[in-house]
């Protein structure tokens, strides 16, 4: 068995060409696709991607939850910033989530409407790192599979990276073979450092400003493993479970 890997670093550096015909995984660790995957966990059955807050117009029935954020704060108008703690907190206040979301963040969505030509995209974090495993796992041999990370306002963000080499080394230590671009290979040999990656995540200058504008629970959200096992698809721009 054998995997290709390619690594985008962040949304704005994106040769969306590239993902014809690739399986995409769409990553933004801190906090997009953790909080993603969160809702659907919470019980949300669709999330609606918006290109722009403006858009947010158009979903103000109670049907939906309108989840939104620039530069970590919350839009204004909008029901919930984009954060795992904070929607977790909502549904225990309201005992219940709307069916749908309508979502805008700085980077995690503007990244999964970049790589819209891929062949499948998927939803990934660390809260549904062995459901992605092993969907991965179930495609044939030779399948081309890009990490589209989203980065931060066109910058790489290490955690996003961190979880691409995390993800390289589950696929290896399941025998498969792997052939690997640079960006996935310096992923693959960060997650490997003899600090361990988790102490290395915490050097992240992402991470430092997350800490500094009181975010710090959403992150140690963000890092638990297989929290929510599940995978959400992206098609167009809506997501739903597979």
Same mark, same amino acid.
């Given at each position: ?62 049907? /939906? ?79 081309? /599979? ?97």
């Amino acid at each position: 068995m054998k995997r290709n890997f390619f690594l985008s670093p962040f949304a704005e550096a994106y040769q969306e060409e590239r993902f014809i015909g690739s399986r995409v995984l769409v990553v933004d660790i801190f906090r997009a696709t953790t909080t993603m995957v969160n809702l659907f966990l919470l019980g949300v059955e669709e999330i609606r991607l918006l290109a722009g807050p403006e858009e947010g117009e158009a979903f103000t029935s109670p049907e /939906w939850l309108k989840v939104g954020e620039r530069d970590s704060v919350k839009i204004p108008g909008f029901d919930v910033n984009n954060s795992p703690r904070e929607i977790s907190a909502l549904f225990i206040e309201r005992g219940s989530l709307p069916g749908r979301a309508a979502m805008v963040t700085s980077n995690g969505t503007r990244a999964a409407l970049r790589a819209r030509l891929g062949e499948a995209l998927f939803v990934a974090c660390f809260n549904n790192l062995s459901c992605v495993l092993d969907r991965l796992l179930l495609y044939p041999e030779e399948e081309n /599979w890009f990490f589209a990370l989203a980065g931060d306002g066109g910058r790489l963000s290490l955690e996003d990276s961190l979880f691409a080499g995390v993800l390289i080394g589950e696929v290896e230590k399941r025998g498969v073979k792997t052939v690997l671009d640079d960006g996935s290979l310096l992923a693959r040999e960060a997650a490997k450092t003899p600090l361990g990656w988790e102490a290395l995540l915490r050097e992240g200058v992402h991470t430092q400003e997350l800490e500094n504008k009181g975010f710090r629970e959403d992150i140690l959200i963000a890092l638990q493993r297989d929290r929510c096992p599940l995978l959400p698809l992206i098609e167009g721009r809506t997501l739903r479970l597979t």
